[in-house]
């Protein structure tokens, strides 16, 4: 299955060039972040070759009334030229845009929104009222375009996001959305001021996600694994205080069958020790340690290991071994590289209390590997590990073969 940021880059690209998701599929190998940027370039470029209409519109702004004009506008002309036009209008006449904002009906408003310059939306955010705003996302939400409203999640200022936990009661809606915005940091800030505002709104929201469908447990743990450490700590120790074992195992297995193993490993990295203990002991863990081991099979992102070395370190004996057996399975330049990963990401402890559960041979054979890899060229190693200190990983991959011997 596609990594749910990409797949969700890919539905906002198919929108913008007002195209059938199913005819960009091919670009899915460009991942979320090219494919993120192509879809800004595509819309600034759409949005550019109108430019001297956008200006003309703009010129009659200061001359009409807008207690005149927008009656008329609101009659006679289409929500999709409105919304093209109204980015660029109102950035030369921020003041009139906040005017026309408040005489605006919310349902005409709500066609309007799919069809504005993003770049625009950006730059009005912080003179925009949020009463009207938040009026329109409600009806964005109740109408279900989450594609509409995501995107414009990440030029929420800190006062909307309050006017956000506040007057936005919908918490599928808000998830379903928030899987659609590119920004981890903007996520983050929303998901923060549900962890701290007065509302309390997590616990709920974890709720909905626990009794929900599987395509929003998915957008939640999509949100959720991009969101900054701290913020998934918090709402990893909610959940498992919210959620008994079983619905953990029943949520685990949606996310393993969804194909959201990378999102869950980026998630599982984060939480604390408590969570991860707990974490460990679910028998769902147990049964995919294996699955767990090969999803990280030729990857070098450090987020990826710990989510399967922290937990995995914490389980029985016998998943260890199991786990460790399999990592041994590994390619040999996954295997190779797996030292400079451990300690650019300070993962030796579970590392080493994984394959201290294995085997004598399992030992042995990952051992040989590791006395191997200390003979390739650093500059390899310092290509794949930006932050890696050569020397030290020499003295620890020293160390971790005496003990394996």
Not at 60 to 67: A, D, F, G, M
Not at 388 to 403: C, E, F, G, P, Y
């Amino acid at each position: 299955m596609t990594d749910l940021v990409t797949r969700a880059q890919l539905v906002l690209l198919a929108r913008t060039l007002h195209v059938p998701v199913e005819r960009l599929a091919h670009l899915e190998r460009l991942g979320a972040a090219r494919l993120h940027e192509l879809q800004q370039r595509m819309s600034g470029a759409l949005f550019d070759q109108h430019t001297p209409v956008f200006e003309r519109i703009s010129a009659l702004v200061p001359i009409i009334p807008l207690s005149i004009s927008i009656p008329i506008v609101q009659r006679m002309v289409p929500p999709t030229m409105t919304g093209r036009a109204a980015g660029a209008v109102g950035v030369q006449h921020p003041g009139k845009a906040v005017d026309a904002l408040l005489r605006l009906s919310i349902n005409y408003a709500a066609d309007c929104a799919p069809y504005l310059d993003p770049r625009t939306v950006g730059q009005l955010a912080g003179d925009a009222p949020t009463a009207p705003v938040i009026a329109i996302v409600n009806e964005l939400l109740r109408r279900r375009d989450y594609i509409t409203a995501g995107p414009f999640l990440a030029y929420a200022t800190p006062e909307l996001v309050r006017a956000v936990e506040e007057g936005v009661p919908d918490d599928e809606g808000l998830i379903q959305s928030a899987a659609y915005a590119y920004s981890g940091e903007s996520i983050s800030a929303i998901v923060r001021q549900l962890l701290s505002g007065p509302g309390h709104r997590v616990p709920k929201l974890l709720g909905t996600v626990l009794n929900g469908a599987e395509q929003l447990r998915l957008a939640a743990l999509s949100v959720f694994a991009r969101c900054a450490p701290d913020v998934v700590e918090a709402v990893g120790d909610i959940l498992f205080e919210v959620a008994p074992p079983s619905a953990i195992a029943d949520l685990l297995t949606t996310f393993l069958a969804g194909g959201a193993t990378d999102d869950l490993l980026r998630f599982a990295g984060q939480l604390s020790p408590s969570a991860l203990t707990r974490l460990a002991f679910n028998p769902v863990i147990g049964e995919n340690a294996e699955a767990l081991i090969a999803a990280v099979d030729g990857s070098s992102e450090l987020a990826l290991w710990r989510g399967v070395l922290e937990p995995l370190a914490r389980t029985p004996a016998e998943v260890r071994r199991r786990a460790g057996t399999r990592l041994a399975q590994l390619d040999p330049s996954t295997l190779i590289m797996l030292p400079a990963i451990a300690q650019a990401a300070r993962l030796w402890a579970p590392l080493l209390w994984v394959l201290a559960a294995t085997d004598v041979d399992v030992q042995a054979h990952i051992g040989e590997l590791w006395a191997t890899s200390t003979r390739l060229d650093p500059e390899i190693l310092e290509r794949r590990i930006a932050d890696q200190n050569l020397d030290s990983l020499l003295a620890t991959l020293t160390m971790t073969l005496r003990v394996l011997r």
